[in-house]
């Protein structure tokens, strides 16, 4: 079973940066890749990114976030990291990070309980 802890979230003013780390412990069988997503209060769930965690390409953004945004991976420390520069209020979230799987540059996220961290929360002040 694969554990994610998330960490690094935290309280930053509009236009600041912050970096989210995810460490990746436990069984990564069936596991190629990690995302990031994020919720809003009252808002769905929605993605952010996603990385191949074995190559290190990053496969998808969110319109969002594109260009604002950069997920890279650490394999000695076992850790996905979101850079996340320009920050917006609207980019006030819980992040979470999902173990998942890549196939043909398209990530599929694990739906079960257990492929989610708790997240971390983000708010960006005005």
């Known amino acids: 079973q694969v554990q994610l802890v998330e960490s690094g979230g935290g309280l930053v003013q509009a236009g600041g940066s912050l970096r989210l780390s995810c460490a990746v412990s436990?069984?990564?069988?069936?596991?190629?890749?990690i995302g990031w997503y994020r919720q809003a209060p009252g808002k769905q769930r929605e993605f952010v990114a996603a990385?191949?965690?074995?190559?290190?390409?990053?496969?998808q953004y969110a319109d969002s976030v594109k260009g604002r945004f950069t997920i890279s991976r650490d394999s000695a420390r076992n850790t996905v990291y979101l850079q996340m520069n320009s920050l917006k209020p609207e980019d006030t979230a819980n992040y979470y990070c999902?173990?998942?799987?890549?196939?043909?540059?398209?990530?599929?996220?694990?739906?079960?309980?257990?492929?989610w961290g708790k997240g971390t929360l983000v708010t960006v002040s005005s």
């Open positions: 990385i191949n965690i074995n190559s290190g390409a990053s496969l």
């Open positions: 999902n173990a998942g799987q890549e196939l043909r540059g398209t990530y599929y996220p694990g739906y079960s309980d257990d492929r």
């Open positions: 436990g069984s990564t069988f069936g596991i190629n890749s």
